[in-house]
């Protein structure tokens, strides 16, 4: 009906594989939007810089289920004087990891540690709990399958592995670290058969997903794309 106020899409589900570029079109989107972010993986990323950092074994899945469930994690979007290129601030027990979040230790963990179903089921529950102040745009592997099943929007986005290891390596030198192609396409295969073969929540899109092929097109571009798609949604819910 045309006078009826238009229904916002409360939660935008985006899922896809390490480096597909679903982060930093799911920022954009909620930049465009005035919709708050939450990129899954930093949370993961958290709990496996913890671990590390307090030495508890990463095959011990025991302790690393229980370090999830006690771990203060907040975040925050960047505030004025933070401009050292992040996109949003991790603070564990008060203390700002952002940064240590992207070592290769952490990238080198987090695959096993978020494999866990303990540290998966409580970290879903704080994701969902995030979700449900709604204008959200959620990002991860398993947003549209199991954190937020009815969000009304979808999207999975992926791109070739030699594009997002390319992807990858300029991020890593433009932050200053040595990088090589070869051992992170390597390590692009590997999270992608770890995430996608686990047990509990595998890598896959939502059957009601809309699949993105981002290996050769730019962020902006798909962002224009989803930014179309949700006024058709929002114009067909009338
Ligand atoms: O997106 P990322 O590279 O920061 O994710 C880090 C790891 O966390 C990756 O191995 C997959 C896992 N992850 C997950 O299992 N579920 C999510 N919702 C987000 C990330």
Redesign the pocket.
């Not at 990129?39 to 930093?42: E, I, K, N, Q, V």
């Not at 990002?139 to 947003?143: A, E, L, T």
């Given at each position: 009906m045309a006078n009826e106020t238009k229904e916002p899409i409360a939660m935008i589900a985006i899922d896809g594989p390490?480096a597909s570029g679903k982060?930093t079109v799911g920022r954009l989107l909620a930049e465009k939007l005035n919709y708050l972010y939450l990129?899954?993986?930093?949370m993961?990323?958290a709990v496996t810089w913890a671990a590390l950092q307090e030495e508890i074994d990463i095959e011990d899945e025991t302790a690393v289920t229980q370090l999830a469930h006690n771990i203060e994690i907040e975040i925050f979007p960047v505030r004025d004087g933070e401009a050292d290129g992040r996109h949003y601030t991790v603070h564990v027990a008060g203390q700002d990891i952002t940064w240590q979040l992207r070592t290769p230790a952490v990238d080198a963990n987090?695959?096993q540690v978020?494999s866990y179903l303990g540290v998966?089921q409580e970290?879903v529950a704080r994701?969902r709990a995030f979700g449900e102040r709604g204008a959200v745009v959620m990002?991860?592997?398993?947003?549209g399958t199991v954190?937020m099943p009815d969000a009304p929007l979808k999207l999975y986005i992926t791109a070739s592995a030699e594009e997002r290891a390319r992807r990858r390596t300029r991020d890593r030198q433009a932050q200053g670290h040595i990088a090589n192609y070869d051992d992170i396409l390597a390590d692009v295969l590997r999270?992608d058969q770890?995430?996608s073969n686990r047990e509990h929540?595998p890598?896959r899109p939502a059957t009601d997903a809309v699949l993105i092929d981002s290996t050769a097109q730019p962020p902006a571009a798909i962002v224009d794309t989803i930014l179309k798609m949700i006024r058709e949604t929002v114009t067909s819910n009338q």
């Open positions: 390490a982060s990129d899954t993986g930093s993961y990323r987090v695959s978020s998966r970290m994701q990002v991860g592997r398993d947003i954190v999270r770890i995430d929540s890598l």
